[in-house]
Structures are given as C-alpha cells and as structure tokens.
C-alpha cells in the first residue's frame, strides 16, 4: 500500500478542527470518510471529490458507528487512520449542571469515541495495523472551575487511551491523544456549548464572570487548527507517533505546570506515600517496574 492511499476515518467532519483535519488529508491525496450528524453540512464544507466518501454518523449510537464503518470498508477496503474529533462543551460549576447535562457530556465526549473505536478495532486487527487518534483537551490533563463536567469526559478518554494503548500495540495499532489548548474554531459557538441549567445564589457572581470570560474566547484563541492539522498529517505518517501530543503553546505550559505541581506534592508527601505498604519502597518500585514492562 502506498502513503496516498491510507484511508482517513474522521468524525465531526462538517465543522471545526474536523474540517480541517478532513481538508488537510485530502490535500495530501488520502482517502477521507468525513462523517457527521449532519452530512450535508460536511458536503458543504468538504466539497466533492473521487477520493471522499461523506458518510451519516452520530457518534452516541453504536449502530451509527457500525454502519459508517462498513460503508467505509466498502468504499476502500481498509481503515487506516481513525480520528476521534466530534465532542461538545457543556460548561457550568458542578452543582449548576443537572445529572443530564453531565450525563450527556460523558455520553459524547467519552462513550462516543468509544462507540466508533469499537467498530474500527475489528477491521484494524484483522489488517494489523492502523493509528487511533483521539482528539482530547488540555482539559483532559488539567481541571479548571465551570468545566467539571467537560473535564471528567476529557479525564475519561485520557485514560482510556492510555489503557487502549497496550491492548491493541501487539496488533500493530497505534495511538495518539492529542491535548490541544484553545484553537480558534467553532467549539464554543452554540452548536457546540450548552451553558449549565441550574443556578444557585452562592456561584451567581463567578458564574456570570465565568460565562461571559468564555463567550470572549471566540474568535479570539491563538491557536491556528489548519497548522494542528497539518501536525496531525506529520504525526500519522511517523514509524513511532507520539503516545500523547500537546498541541499550543499554551497546552505546553499548562503540561508543564501540571508536571511541576505532581512533582511537589510527590516530593512533599514522599516518605508518608511510601511508608503505607507491607514490603519496603524499593521492592514495591522494583515490582511495578517489571509489571509494567511485561
């Protein structure tokens, strides 16, 4: 198989980062399944050409994913590159957000890759190859006030990339999680973002200053996505991808600052953290490391 015939499967294709995630593909010659909820919105944004395939998926319902998967493999025979993209912002303090709400942003952001994953698996394993790509957040390394909700699904899908990881590399299947900060696209638009349901007199105040700090954020992130894009088509032609990629500079300070801050509290509470187990600390560093190189 030559490198401009990989097969690209990306969701959320009719807007944002998919956009430009499917555009920066089909420059390079591969062949793009550009799903989304609503396919003539992707059409729209995608245009026509020989080497895509626009496809119906709404990333909640595992039927959905199955069916796109298929029409896929029909259409190109293979899988090559999944990108996990669609998601949405449910912003809010916890105790403002209903159970719903919550739900419903775990059932996007988290069970939805998952859905699609699941469908994609079996067609990378019998191939024994492929590269899982999950579009997560600096979110999903770093929490913040009134995106508790957005940041357990982003936590979520940081560890179960991690897991997913080992499970599927003696297959030859590749991961990536990528960890963008802010990009300049539509995520806070109101497709995108449901404001909290509830409201409750002692969060009033911050919470009117959190909303319209958010609000002032579109249009205005310094992140460029056509460049992530680009990146994304660097990282998937590599031998050895990244397990994670910090996408922004200020991603890579945020990551920089969650390190230094793990390190202190490692450090400031070492002896107390060792001092709890039957053998001496050493053993027990010496036992994960085996586990762990298995």
């Known amino acids: 198989m030559t490198d401009n015939k990989k097969v690209w499967f990306i969701t959320g294709a009719g807007r944002g980062m998919g956009v430009e995630f499917a555009k920066a593909a089909l420059a390079e010659g591969y062949q793009v399944v550009a799903t989304g909820r609503n396919t003539d919105k992707v059409a729209k944004a995608l245009g026509d050409a020989e080497n895509l395939l626009i496809v119906k998926l709404d990333i909640t319902n595992p039927t959905d994913a199955e069916a796109a998967v298929k029409l896929a493999v029909d259409r190109f025979g293979r899988i090559d590159v999944l990108v996990n993209n669609a998601a949405n912002f449910y912003a809010g303090f916890f105790e403002e957000m209903t159970p719903q709400q919550i739900e419903r942003q775990i059932t996007t952001n988290l069970f939805g890759p998952m859905n699609v994953t699941r469908a994609v698996l079996s ?172």
């Open 123 to 294: 067609v990378m394993r019998k191939a024994r190859s492929g590269h899982i790509i999950t579009i997560s957040s600096l979110a999903g390394l770093i929490g913040s006030e009134y995106s508790s909700a957005y940041t357990a699904s982003k936590f979520g899908v940081e560890g179960w990339m991690e897991s997913l990881r080992y499970e599927v590399a003696p297959f030859g299947i590749k991961t990536t999680v990528v960890e963008p900060g802010m990009f300049r696209t539509g995520f806070l638009e109101e497709e995108t973002t449901t404001w909290h349901e509830l409201s409750i007199d002692d969060y009033a105040e911050r919470s009117a200053k959190s909303q319209v700090f958010w609000e002032a954020q579109k249009g205005n992130q310094t992140g460029d996505p056509s460049k992530l894009a680009k990146a994304l088509i660097t990282i998937a032609s590599q031998d050895e991808p990244p397990f994670r990629f910090l996408a922004g500079a200020d991603a890579v300070a945020g990551a920089e600052q969650k390190v230094a801050e793990l390190q202190q509290q490692i450090n400031a509470y070492r002896d107390l953290s060792e001092s709890l187990g039957y053998e001496d600390a050493e053993t027990i560093r010496r036992k994960l490391a085996e586990l762990l190189n298995q």
